[in-house]
């Protein structure tokens, strides 16, 4: 069935240094590619997302690539904060409207 | 527009009990997702439900387990005979779906944390 895999599971960086997660998808029908940020005890909230057609789009300091050949798209962060520290899911969603999750990354940012 | 609701938020359950857990959709949202995520693990997909309809369960455990999103009134999850396994958050999320352009964006709830004693 549908997998996505995802790397690290967690990510320990400086303030102000730049974070990559990256991500593998294993159904070729896969079109969308969402990235998620969860908090400590609160709920899974979008940040940025991709489609198939494109393969890259950047949102202030957050930037997503997508390689369709390798099933394979990536999550950046630069100039790291704090309040970056949460964990994030990469997720892809196929023909069928369902959206896979990845195992997620806690990643750490020191003051 | 309020935002995704579920309730109840915290349900705690001796082992045997059943559980119902309630979502209602974001105005507008026809499409719901269960997930359900486990202390330090990722969102696990269970069921996709439109308005009387089951759309994909493929992630839904054989036994004990079932969901329905009636024409009026919230989605429900169903756990029968609940076991200690079954503690986890179940998060319920909603998607509107356009036939011109379906954006997959999910917007999600609060979350039900299930407890078993």
């Known amino acids: 069935g549908e997998n996505v895999e995802q790397h690290p599971s967690t990510l320990s960086v400086q303030e102000g240094d730049s974070a990559v997660i990256k991500c593998t998808y294993s159904d070729s029908a896969s079109n969308y590619f969402p990235w998620y940020k969860q908090e400590l005890g609160k709920r899974p909230q979008l940040i940025i997302d991709?489609?198939?057609?494109?393969g890259e789009k950047k949102d202030q300091r957050i930037a997503v690539t997508l390689n369709k050949t390798a099933k394979h798209f990536s999550l950046h962060i630069t100039e790291t904060q704090p309040e970056d520290s949460a964990v994030y899911f990469c997720?892809?969603?196929?023909?069928?409207?369902?959206?896979?999750f990845g195992a997620g990354t806690r990643l750490f940012v020191k003051a | 527009n309020a935002g995704v609701m579920q309730n109840p938020r915290h349900l705690v359950r001796r082992r045997g009990q059943e559980a119902r857990l309630r979502c209602s959709p974001m105005?507008?949202?026809?499409?719901v997702y269960w997930y359900r995520q486990l202390p330090e693990e990722g969102l696990k997909f269970m069921v996709y439900l439109q308005k009387e309809n089951i759309i994909d369960e493929s992630g839904m455990p054989k036994e004990r387990f079932s969901a329905e999103f009636p024409k009026e009134g919230p989605s429900i999850l169903r756990i029968q005979q609940v076991v200690r396994g079954d503690s986890a958050a179940y998060f319920c999320a909603s998607s509107p779906l356009s036939q011109d352009f379906y954006t997959g964006e999910l917007f999600f709830g609060e979350g039900s944390r299930l407890t078993v004693l």
């Open positions: 991709i489609r198939s057609n494109v």
């Open positions: 105005k507008g949202h026809s499409h």
């Open positions: 997720a892809a969603m196929g023909g069928g409207f369902k959206t896979i």
